[in-house]
Every structure is written in C-alpha cells, then in structure tokens.
C-alpha cells in the first residue's frame, strides 16, 4: 500500500483517488502525524508527498520525516512535496521568484520511467501549476527530467534512490496525463500490481466484519440513502441475520421511497428489517415550526429517539453499523485552523446513542463515495438505485420553507417525482450532482381555463458538484425546464407557479434550508 503523507493541499484527497483508481489501496496521514512507529506499523510499498500551503525555505515549515528517504521505497514529491525533498535533502528553495498558477507546459528533459507515456525528450506536456517558490538548486544525486517556462526543476529524479519530484499537481483533472503519471510511479516504479479492486475489498471487508462482531448482534439504521444500504447488504453478506436493520421513517422522504427501501431489504436481499413508521411523531413535533435551524434540531432529536426507542428492543444487541466514509476519517491538515461557523446542524442517520455503548462496525470507512457505489454494484444493488442523488437526513423538511403540514409534503412528493422523472427521461440523471423542488410559502395569481388561480409556487433546484462543498447551479436545455413546468402545474394541485434556481454555492447552499 501507498502512503500519502498531507501537507495541506485542498486537493490531497484527489491524489488518493487517482492511486486507487490505479487499483493500488492508498491512505493520506498528516505529515506531523508520519513519525517512526508509524512507518514501522504501516510499511509503505510507496510513499507521496502532497501539496501545501506553506513555504519550503522558511524555518518553521513543515518538514518530511526524513526517515521516509531511508525506507528503501520510492517517493514522490508534488509541489511543496518536491520543495520539501530539496529542502530536506540539500538543494535549495527560495520564495517570492516567479509565481506560475494554473496552465503552463512542460518540456520533457531526459528519459524517465516517471514520464513514459507522456512524450519523447523534447515534447511539451500540458500540465496544471500552483506555486509561489521555486527550487533554485537541486539535491546530489537528482538531476532534471522536465523543465517549463518558470521552473527549470519542473520535474526530478534520482533515478537510483526511485524519489521524484514534480512541481505541477498530476491529481487535477487539468493535467491531462497526471493520472498516468501517477501510474507510471505506483505500478512502474514502485512494482505495484493494481490488484485493488472492488471483489477483492468486499472478500476482505467480509472477512474483517466477522472477525470482529464474531456471535455477536448487529444494528444498523437504513435510511435508503447508498451508504447505509451498501454497508448493510455487506455486513448481511458477512453475518447473515446476526443483522437488523431499523428504518425510521420520518414521512419525510421522497415519494414511494419508504416502501422501495423496505422491499429491496426485505424481499430481495431477506435481511431482517424494522420498519419504523414515526411519520406521526415527526410532523407532530415538527407543528407549528417554521425556523430552520429548529426544524433541524427536532428532527435530528425525534430520531435519535425513535431509533433508540427501537434499538433497545433487539436483544443482546453488541454493534452499531454505521456507513462512515473515508472523507469523514482523513485527518485534513488543510480542514486545522479556528473554529468554523456553524452554517447548518447536520442531522445523519444512525447517530450512535451515548448510552448504549454499542461497538462501531464501519466497514465502509476506507471509501470514497464513488468506490462505495462501485462496491454496491458488486454486490448487487441496482445500479440506479447506488446512482442516487444524495438525499438531506432531514429529507424533505428542508424543502419546504416556514410550516410543515402532511398537504405540504404530498405535494411536494408529487412535484419532486415528475422533476425526477423528467431529468430521467431527458438522460441528464448522471450529470447532476443533486435535483430536487422546493415549495415555497408564497402564493401567486395564475390564470387556468378561464379562471383565477390563487396557489403556491415550486421552485426547482439543480447543481453540479463534486463533493457538496462549492456548487454550480445546473444549466438545463430549456425544454426539459419548460417540459417539467408544465406537468407540474397540470398534475399536481395547489401549484400554479414553477420557478428555477440560478443561486450557485457560495453564496447560497444547496438545501434551501
Ligand atoms: P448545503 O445545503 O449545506 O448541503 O449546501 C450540502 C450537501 O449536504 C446535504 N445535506 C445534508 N446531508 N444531513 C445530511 O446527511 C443533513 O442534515 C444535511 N443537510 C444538507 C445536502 O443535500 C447537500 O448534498
């Protein structure tokens, strides 16, 4: 496996994903968190040194732990992980020359098993810059691969210690060939053979699952979104009906979605399955609220209730199954800084109740969410159903400014269907990160037939992102727009009005609340 040590770049995480998807198995740990016992523990195939904010040349910069060029293993550098080396190693870095930032072109200097691929000696490769220094001498023993315009150390290499440094980003999709560079260093280079795969994960992860629950009892809270449904069709596949799943139903979810999730589980897989129906509870306590945060925190407490409330029920009950992904776990170096203002309390299903000291089983905590979709595929699960959109814990609550009301919902459910249906039907499902409606307390005058119309008005909302983080607001060919208007206002009562939402993120958010 390849270490990946984090200096602090915002786009880490996307080297691990570019190894992984090489087939070869990669973890990120902050770079003041790689001391010896650690190497000695994790014993890297492979080691790559990450971007960062910071400047090489100054003193308290973060340095490599310089028993990582003495495992014996190759390392890679990307731009302030190849400033460290040379930092680390004898050369010299220095601030404030040329800064290069975005596109720029490399000339390829000498043959490298590092670059194969990517052109002959002399060829320009297009690449993806970002930094202020610049390496002014070079450690002995490393000599130049590729140069650019402003760095006649674009690329390094000491060929007989295998440590490289690159001082473009090959993780970014803007350096076309990065993936492969990437290859070249973990399969070439570092002889590693891309037997990573998803069979291989799911055979391990089973394994794993029943050496640690042994006899024991599983729960695991379902909310019908893929991460917890995977993690439960793994666990069941691991220990069988040792597994109970709870499914709250907050009322809350999209139309027909309650029951889809109960006969998937029940029918198809025959996993055990509580289905909680506490729609009641939920819009009993949710009378009356119309302030957003409220609405979160009642929520989020109404299930952590209710769920408990049922879980106490299974008997000798020892573990919590929990879909908690690698996002979640990686120590950022980048996220260390002040506290952050709170923008939303954000409610996930199968909180762990303080009290019932259960055990945590996360067998999907190694995984970015595109490796648990292709893990749900493996095992089974459809794949429209693992290409969902994400889906809010608090569902639909969110998605409807000020009171909510049991009306409010169907409605709501109806409007969302044919908006999900007429993205289906116009092929752009896959292209958009998220789509939903959203009623508004509003009511505007309409005309139908002859008459006046006097109802609410649906806004639809639609984005492109790639973690939730920033968003784009989705550009749709105006027919599906209009296509989607029209039904919604034919087929479903109350709504006279359908706007589209041009807000991107920032400055709005996704949800609406
Ligand atoms: P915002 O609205 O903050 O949403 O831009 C970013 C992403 O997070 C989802 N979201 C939630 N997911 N529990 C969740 O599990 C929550 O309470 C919650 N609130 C927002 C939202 O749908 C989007 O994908």
Not at 16 to 38: L, M, N, Q, T, W
Not at 425 to 440: E, H, P, R
Request: glycine fraction near 10%.
């Amino acid at each position: 496996r390849v270490l990946i040590v984090d200096f602090g770049s915002q786009v880490t995480q996307l080297i691990a994903r570019r190894v992984r998807e090489s087939g070869v198995y990669c973890e990120i740990h902050p770079f003041d968190k790689v001391g010896d016992d650690f190497l000695k523990a994790y014993a890297p195939k492979a080691v790559i040194l990450s971007g960062g904010p910071a400047s090489a040349h100054e003193e308290d910069s973060p340095t490599p732990n310089p028993t990582l060029f003495k495992l014996g293993v190759p390392v890679l550098g990307i731009c302030y992980g190849e400033m460290a080396i040379c930092a680390a190693m004898g050369g010299t870095v220095e601030g404030g020359h040329h800064r290069e930032f975005g596109r720029a072109d490399i000339r390829i200097a000498t043959e490298t098993p590092l670059l194969a691929g990517l052109g002959d000696v002399g060829d320009l490769e297009p690449v993806w810059m970002s930094h202020g220094d610049v390496i002014t001498a070079i450690p002995e023993g490393f000599h130049v691969v590729a140069t650019s315009e402003n760095s006649p150390y674009a690329a390094i290499a000491d060929e007989g210690r295998r440590i490289y440094g690159v001082q473009f980003h090959p993780e970014v999709a803007h350096t076309p060939r990065g993936a492969l560079l990437l290859r070249n260093f973990t399969h070439t280079i570092a002889g590693l053979s891309g037997d990573w795969t998803m069979a291989a994960f799911r055979a391990e992860a089973v394994a794993r699952i029943r050496e640690q629950v042994g006899e024991g009892r599983v729960i695991c809270g379902l909310s019908g979104g893929v991460d917890s449904s995977v993690a439960a069709v793994l666990i069941h596949e691991a220990i069988g009906d040792q597994l109970t799943c709870v499914f709250v139903d907050t009322g809350l979810l999209r139309m027909n979605e309650a029951e889809q999730v109960v006969t998937l589980f029940r029918d198809h897989y025959n996993i055990p399955l509580i289905h909680v129906d506490a729609s009641k509870e939920f819009l009993g306590e949710l009378e009356g609220v119309s302030e957003p945060e409220a609405k979160r925190k009642i929520i989020g407490r109404v299930f952590v209730e209710t769920f408990d409330r049922e879980a106490a029920k299974i008997e000798g009950a020892g573990f919590l199954a929990q879909g908690t992904l690698y996002p979640d776990v990686i120590e950022s170096v980048s996220a260390r800084g002040g506290p952050s203002v709170v923008i939303k309390s954000h409610h996930n299903v199968g909180g762990l109740p303080e009290h019932m000291k259960l055990k945590l089983v996360e067998p999907l905590r190694e995984l970015f969410k595109d490796e648990v979709r292709a893990l749900g595929v493996e095992l089974g699960l459809p794949p429209a159903f693992v290409g969902r959109h994400p889906f809010p814990g608090p569902g639909l609550a969110i998605r409807i400014p000020g009171e909510i009301t049991r009306e409010k919902v169907a409605t709501l459910q109806q409007a969302d269907a044919i908006y999900l249906d007429e993205i289906r039907k116009a092929g752009l499902y896959d292209s958009i990160w998220q789509a939903f409606a959203v009623l508004l307390p509003v009511k505007t005058v309409g005309v139908m037939g002859d008459a006046r119309t006097y109802e609410d008005v649906l806004a639809l909302r639609a984005v492109t992102s790639t973690d939730g983080m920033t968003a784009d607001f989705f550009e749709f060919p105006w027919p599906v727009l209009a296509r989607t208007a029209t039904r919604i206002i034919n087929e479903v009562k109350g709504v006279n009005r359908v706007v589209y939402d041009v807000t991107s993120k920032p400055p709005g958010t996704i949800e609406w609340e």
